[in-house]
């Protein structure tokens, strides 16, 4: 299959209006792709690259090299240049990446040129997200999507199942069922806006602690341990601490959901990045253990011996959990049994508070009758946390990327310093609505004060109010601090830039 296909097709499903077309659309491109070419199509359309990073930036991206009269680049050709990118390392990689990338651009089209572009910048927003290409594999081979659906869950990999269901046909979904050692995609909670909300949807349930850590999957059969993250990634030899207590763990074989953390000599726990830097530390992992030890905490278990428990409610998986790992390995909770019993929710509210007070995140609801939709955002979980917001300054923007071509998308966002100037924080195009885009990209083209390829820098009086999960250390900005999950709420018409929040205030918010 030609590149060519796949940009042609994500240009269209950009601009399908409804579900259904762009279902059409996608069945109509899996129908045409030879089944070995079906994970990168998938993954492409997705929005991903299957190599993840490949050390190219958007300086290597203002400058394009002429585009091929004509479409003669496969998927195949293009996903091998990706991974050859991926792996050049050392003294002069900047220069070897942006010359294999130049080279791999040349054979590309305009169209195809484009379609790179936005996917090597992580803007490919066309709308054809894992949900739709389940749907689309389904209508491809008259298959039942729910059962597509759960082979993808329990199959750990969309990519595999579609090139399985492409290559056999509706039979070959039998084979993707839960089995210890093969991870499923971890079950994702929505949001309410606070405990009232989330007892009133649920009905009984139960209020666990949400602990910001690494989400890990454990699997144990006999003595071997493998351990995984949220990405399905396999990191049992960096978790030396999570293996040991799922070998203690009192079953033959048990697939447990938990998270890892850190703790300060108060019982507090330390900040996320901490965590993640030691877990994505490949050396000296013993030494890194006893500087920075980590504890396992479990909320859920998937199999017990034998025993597929994915469908079993809630409270009956809670039950098996409590059989296997003793009380200071699993995560705390409150039964709520009856949401609409006074003295019960003011219990659950009473312990939201303490974990936070506690230094942790935030809760989860539960619901006690509710399976464990692996690989989805479950309606039958709710997080419960605290958002912060602060008004910042807009340094400048991007140009956007596909839907977002021609508009200024990615804002440059700063705190203010004592001496009244402005540090960089960081970026987001979240939360914007194609009205604030097309304000914005106005407003800023009017207040830059320079233009490139990339976008503008503009003089520093528009505020804009930012919501954001957390404050974490980075060298990549000036003041050695960034937002987590930074989105738009508003722009602060009635602020000017003196009072934004300072950096001062930003440093404050660290853990």
């Not at 998927?75 to 900047?94: H, N, P, W, Y």
């Not at 850590?213 to 003595?223: A, E, F, S, W, Y």
């Not at 596909?402 to 700063?414: I, P, Q, V």
Request: net charge negative.
């Amino acid at each position: 299959m030609l590149l060519e296909d796949i940009a042609l097709t994500s240009a269209r499903i950009a601009q399908a209006a409804g579900r259904n077309e762009k279902v059409t659309l996608l069945a109509e491109l899996f129908r045409r792709a030879e089944p070995s070419e079906v994970p990168v199509v998938v993954t492409y359309l997705a929005g991903r690259l299957p190599q993840r990073r490949t050390g190219v930036g958007w300086r290597s991206l203002r400058e394009l090299p002429p585009p091929a009269a004509g479409p003669a680049l496969t998927i195949a050709e293009t996903d091998a240049a990706f991974s050859r990118i991926a792996q050049v390392s050392g003294k002069g990689a900047l220069a070897e990446r942006k010359r294999q990338l130049d080279a791999l651009l040349s054979a590309a089209t305009g169209d195809e040129q484009h379609f790179l572009v936005r996917l090597i910048g992580g803007e490919l927003r066309q709308g054809a997200l894992d949900a739709f290409a389940v749907e689309g594999l389904a209508a491809a081979v008259a298959a039942d999507a729910g059962e597509v659906r759960r082979a993808v869950m329990l199959g750990g990999s969309l990519g595999a199942v579609a090139q399985a269901l492409l290559a056999e046909g509706p039979d070959a979904l039998a084979r993707f069922r839960l089995e210890v050692g093969r991870p499923v995609l971890p079950m994702l909670a929505h949001t309410a806006k606070d405990i009232g909300e989330a007892l009133d949807k649920l009905g009984p349930c139960a209020v666990e602690e949400k602990l910001d850590g690494i989400r890990v999957q454990v699997h144990k059969d006999g003595d071997a341990v493998r351990v995984y993250t949220r990405t399905l990634d396999e990191i049992t030899d960096r978790l030396p601490e999570a293996a040991e207590v799922a070998r203690r763990a009192d079953a033959a074989q048990v697939v447990l959901d938990g998270e890892v953390i850190a703790l300060k000599e108060d019982g507090w726990p330390r900040p996320f990045q901490e965590v993640s830097g030691r877990v994505a530390s490949r050396l000296d992992v013993a030494g890194a253990s006893s500087e920075l030890p980590l504890h396992p905490v479990f909320f859920d278990v998937l199999y017990l011996d034998g025993e597929d428990l994915l469908d079993r409610p809630s409270i009956e998986r809670h039950a098996a959990l409590a059989r296997v790992l003793p009380e200071e390995l699993r995560v705390r909770r409150v039964p709520v049994t009856d949401p609409g019993d006074a003295q019960a929710r003011t219990a659950a509210q009473e312990f939201a508070d303490e974990v936070l007070a506690r230094g942790h995140e935030g809760v989860v609801v539960k619901a006690l009758d509710s399976g464990y939709s692996a690989g989805r955002r479950g309606a039958s979980w709710l997080k419960v946390k605290p958002v912060h917001t602060l008004d910042l300054v807009v340094l400048g923007a991007e140009w956007g990327h596909g839907r977002r071509a021609g508009k200024l998308s990615n804002l440059h966002l700063g705190a203010r310093r004592a001496d009244g100037t402005f540090a960089m924080l960081g970026k987001t195009f979240k939360g914007l609505t194609d009205a604030l885009l097309a304000w914005q990209t106005e407003r800023l083209r009017g207040l830059a004060v320079e233009e490139e390829s990339w976008g503008v820098l503009v003089a520093p009086e528009l505020v804009v109010e930012v919501a954001f999960d957390g404050v974490q250390r980075s060298t990549r900005y000036p003041e050695g601090v960034t937002l987590r999950f930074a989105r738009v709420v508003r722009y602060r018409d009635d602020k000017r830039p003196e009072e934004a929040d300072t950096v001062e205030a930003v440093v404050g918010l660290l853990p």
